[in-house]
């Protein structure tokens, strides 16, 4: 299995009020951000080159108290989600 990097793909985002809504470009579709989704973004934003799913979580560890212990494999998961969405982009880590 090929370990994986990722950042933000070509999106727009759109924070209304505590809604966090977010497009892949150029067709979309357009999504809510939920959960923990927004962090994620956030975290991925800051960065300045792709991140591991590691380093995601030491990122999410920063801004939330409490993460849970099987976090690492819930976040590696959920970044394949929003990469398979075209929210993120997956490169192969050649490390």
């Not at 690492?72 to 997956?90: C, F, N, P, Q, Y």
Request: charged share 20%; proline share 7%.
């Amino acid at each position: 299995m090929t370990a994986h990097r990722y950042r933000l793909g070509d999106v727009v985002i759109d924070r209304v009020e505590d809604d966090v809504w977010i497009a892949p470009l150029p067709s979309g579709p357009i999504m809510l951000l939920q959960g923990v989704s927004p962090l994620v973004v956030d975290v991925l934003a800051a960065a300045d080159s792709p991140l591991t799913p590691s380093e995601v979580l030491e990122g999410l560890r920063a801004l939330v108290a409490d993460v849970p212990a099987d976090a690492e494999a819930i976040v590696a998961a959920h970044l394949t989600d929003l990469a398979e969405h075209g929210v993120l982009e997956a490169v192969a880590d050649g490390t």
